[in-house]
């Protein structure tokens, strides 16, 4: 019997390669016309320590953490044990392992996954041809794990090709040897795991960060100031070369201090531009963003959430960041926030972030999480973009002196380049006249702030506000990495009978309230599902008076990941 | 990076006169204050440098010094406390045809702004920062900063300070700045001179004015007669002139560095667009 999708663990102490196996068995699996999705654990130890990937493949596409793994494949034992509680196994579960890799171990065994035993270490290598033959073990396994699904050799060979381009033809066809030897094993298992025939489409391999990261360079972001920071750093390492080869600039900032503002300095010149960081970083940047949001200077600043407060957990996630995000800073600082609902979405959150910074001369704060950023997942193409927005930097009123920050009229105001002749203003974060100088007095005061609001009440998402996904009396409503485990909460429990909306708000700043009540129509029971202790979105929601009193939160800490069993458990 | 001196600064193309670069606006800062010759002096100095008003960005911080911008004619972009390098980088980065020109005060660029003065020194990108040196925090109403003198008495901290006062001409050398100048307030002229060779100098200039709080440190007042012309001479070789700013008085006027580092390197040309990046996503069936 076929099955419609598989989610498999490659792990093993450092140096095993899991995370190879994991990928080839991934874009293999993509070649082959599935969708898919990995994600990785990783020890204590800084770099080359004990590590798994979590890979599900599946014949639609992928949004959530399973339940569940069918498949944990040992390529040994060395300190493995450790990953037990961030992998659910249960008696459904295959336990696939060398036996002369010792017994499995306990914290693994009490899943009572049925152990299965394959030799990937071949006895009659002696320790020389061992050291040679190095990782190979982690290409026979993932040659082993395709052949077991039906993934065919050649997209194996494609992937391999893909994975190892650069690295020399030997030592390609050293590792395709490798997972072909571990195809040739498949067979003599006791096992069925062959995935049903997939709809065949050239698709997307990417992460979430990069998305974000690509979206931002559609939109025509080509200025990244940056500094590094855990799980925002592959991001800005993915984007440096591309950015520097369409002709931009990534600058490595010597604090985030330095990056946002280099960031805001880019932008005052024309060049639409964007900052990356994760929680401790943005709390630095907060308060060049009242200034951006006072000078009225566009910019982008991606937040990848990991868990907090202070240093918390650099490479784990969390949706802690929400109220940092649409509160954080002094003054009346209205800002626009955006949360991207999937990796897929990614893309079109980031590109969209641009036009709308751009546009109403704001920031704009893009919420990823680490469960986003650093999902590798198969997607289809993005081809439905946001319609592009430009920044307003022609059709000053005549007349002198030019009134950069102009009250009265449209909200959005001519914001000449410099360099252009007879307009030149001053970015001014202190309280200012329409003129842009410095100015003390209360009206002025009370006319310059309403003049930002009036940007934020007349911003008019339109479609991009959200999503609402399925009927019934029943909403969950979400963001970021929570949604796709609430879409699959709602799926199972549509097949049993209860039917269940799922409301993922894109646009978190300013609240969209019209088309979130619109979403409400005729719901009776409103759960709002987040990852953080305090119900951030929960007390958002409640404030704006989006959601009634008798709503219910479920509102816990990262870093495990909502899984769907959790929250249909919540619903039902 | 090489190592070798890039294009230097365009040459005048226009005839301008100092008033064309005041905004008109009136200063907030007290009678007396040095800031207004350093305003003077900017003035002169870029009507001298030729190039039109909407060609220049004046970038700033907070303080009473980091008002300038608001007072000239010129683009500008009045920051946060401290901030000023990092925003003026990342304009000149973006937009290598503007006069991009960095201003403030001792506090803004040396205690809040301290670590991006020495990265905006080891990036060495092509403009001028000039700070007016007052030795105090002016617009919070006098209290010591890095290059107050240890035993200046205040309220916040009476009986002095009693901390070693920053050098900032030795960190600017060491870290990495290709021109480095003191100058006076008290001589609008002489300053002027020292802002055109800086903006025409290539790489990162920086130049410290010594530029009295007549109302916080009236005793400053006195400067004008202990400044006098550097007996240095243009020091090429960093380790020397290291040397001599740390031995020097702190009242020698004039260029005490000028380097041959190269500025950073220009942004390329693009070599691929939007399309080819996303194709290395796409996984063929
Ligand atoms: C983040 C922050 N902290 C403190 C202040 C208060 N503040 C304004 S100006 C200033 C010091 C300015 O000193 P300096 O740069 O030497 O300028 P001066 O007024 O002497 O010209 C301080 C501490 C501020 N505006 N922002
Ligand atoms: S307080 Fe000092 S620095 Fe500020 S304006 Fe007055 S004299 Fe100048
Ligand atoms: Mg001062």
């Not at chain 1, 500094?227 to 925002?232: E, G, N, S, V």
Request: hydrophobic letters at 45%; aromatic letters at 6%; a negative charge.
């Amino acid at each position: 019997m076929t099955r419609a999708s598989i989610a498999v663990v490659f792990a093993g102490s450092g140096g095993s390669g899991a995370m190879t196996a994991g990928a080839v068995f991934l874009r293999a699996a993509a070649h082959a016309g599935y969708y898919g999705m990995m994600t990785q654990l990783f020890g204590a130890q800084v770099r080359g320590g004990e590590s798994a990937s979590l890979v599900q493949v599946s014949i639609a596409p992928i949004e959530t953490q399973p339940d569940c793994y069918d498949l944990f494949v040992a390529l040994d034992w060395d300190k493995v044990e450790q990953f037990a509680a961030e992998i659910p196994l249960d008696d459904r579960s295959i336990i696939l392992a060398d036996p002369a890799s010792g017994p499995v171990p306990p914290g693994i065994a009490k899943s009572k996954g049925r152990v299965v035993a394959l030799a990937m270490n071949n006895p009659d290598e002696n320790k020389l041809e061992r050291a040679l033959r190095g990782k190979r073990i982690n290409m026979f396994a993932a040659g082993c794990v395709c052949a077991l699904t039906g993934i065919a050799e050649s997209d194996v060979k494609a992937a391999i090709d893909t994975i190892f381009d650069g690295k020399g033809a030997d030592l390609i066809a050293a590792n395709a040897a490798g997972a072909a030897l571990g195809a040739r094993a498949a067979p003599a298992l006791p096992l069925d795991l062959r995935l049903e025939p997939p709809r065949k489409a050239a698709r997307w391999l990417i992460n979430g960060n990069q998305a974000v990261a690509f979206g931002a360079l559609r939109g025509g972001v080509r200025f990244v100031g940056c500094y590094p920071i855990t799980p925002a750093t592959d991001l800005v390492e993915w984007l440096a070369p591309h950015l520097i080869k369409l002709g931009g600039r990534l600058v490595l900032g010597e604090d985030e201090l330095a990056s946002v503002n280099m960031t805001l300095g880019a932008s005052y010149g024309g060049t639409p531009a964007m900052t990356v960081t994760s929680g401790p970083g943005f709390s630095l940047m907060i308060e060049t963003l009242g200034l951006a949001v006072a000078a009225e200077i566009p910019f982008v600043l991606v937040d990848v959430m990991r868990a907090g407060p202070s240093t918390g957990i650099a490479s784990k996630t969390e949706q802690s960041d929400i109220n940092l995000a649409v509160y954080g800073g002094h003054g009346d600082a209205p800002r626009i926030v955006l949360a991207p609902v999937s990796v897929a979405d990614c893309v079109n959150t980031g590109e969209y972030a641009v036009y709308v910074a751009e546009s109403l001369q704001t920031p704009v704060i893009v919420l990823s999480d680490q469960a986003l950023g650093q999902a590798t997942t198969v997607i289809d193409p993005s081809a439905q973009r946001p319609a592009p927005l430009a920044r307003r930097v022609n059709g000053v009123a005549p007349g002198k002196p030019f009134k950069r920050y102009a009250t009265g009229g449209d909200p959005v105001t001519p914001m000449p380049l410099p360099g252009t002749p007879h307009l030149e203003w001053v970015a001014e974060g202190l309280t200012h006249n329409e003129a842009g100088l410095p100015a003390s007095g209360a009206a002025m005061h009370v006319a310059q702030i309403d003049k930002r609001a009036k940007k934020f009440s007349q911003f008019d998402p339109g479609d991009h506000w959200g999503e609402v996904w399925g009927e019934g009396d029943v909403a969950i409503i979400a963001i970021g990495s929570t949604i796709g485990p609430a879409r699959e909460a709602a799926n199972r429990l549509a097949a049993g009978g209860q039917k269940v909306r799922v409301i993922a708000l894109r646009v978190l700043s300013p609240l969209p309230l019209a088309a979130l009540t619109r979403a409400l129509d005729g719901v009776r029971r409103i759960i709002v599902v987040e990852q953080n202790h305090g119900a951030q979105l929960y007390h958002y929601l409640l404030g704006h008076k989006a959601i009634p009193l008798s709503a219910e939160s479920v509102a816990r800490p990262g870093p495990a990941p909502f899984r769907p069993s959790e929250i249909a458990s919540h619903v039902a | 990076m090489t190592d070798t001196i890039v294009a230097a600064t365009e040459q005048p193309h226009c005839v301008f006169d100092a008033k064309d670069f005041s905004s008109g606006a009136h200063p907030v800062w007290c009678p007396g204050c040095g800031d207004y010759g350093v305003l003077a002096a900017l003035e002169r100095a870029l009507a001298r440098q030729g190039r039109p008003p909407h060609e220049v960005v004046l970038v700033s911080g907070i303080g009473c010094s980091s008002r300038l911008p608001g007072y000239m004619s010129t683009y500008g972009f009045h920051g946060v406390h401290g901030r000023a390098l990092p925003v003026a980088t990342g304009l000149k980065l973006t937009r290598p045809d503007l006069e991009v020109i960095a201003v403030g005060g001792d506090g803004d660029g040396y205690s809040i702004g301290g670590n991006h003065f020495i990265h905006a020194c080891r990036r060495n990108v092509d403009m001028l920062y000039l700070v007016m040196d007052n030795r105090v925090y002016g617009m919070t109403k006098g209290q010591p900063s890095p290059t107050t003198e240890a035993d200046w008495d205040s309220d916040i901290a009476p009986g002095g300070i009693g901390l070693r006062p920053f050098n900032p001409l030795a960190v600017a050398i060491a870290s990495g700045a290709n021109y480095v100048a003191r100058g006076f307030s008290g001589d609008p002229n002489g300053l002027a001179d020292l802002i055109v060779d800086a903006i025409r100098w290539p790489g990162f200039a920086f130049i410290e004015v010594l530029s009295p709080c007549v109302t916080f440190r009236p005793e400053q007042r006195e400067w004008k007669k202990m400044v006098r012309p550097s007996a240095i001479s243009v020091e090429q070789d960093r380790a020397a002139a290291t040397a001599l700013v740390l031995a020097d008085d702190g009242f020698s006027m004039g260029v005490l560095y000028r380097g041959d580092r190269a500025s950073i390197a220009p942004a390329l040309k693009p070599e691929i667009t939007v399309a080819d990046v996303e194709r290395e996503f796409m996984v063929a069936v």
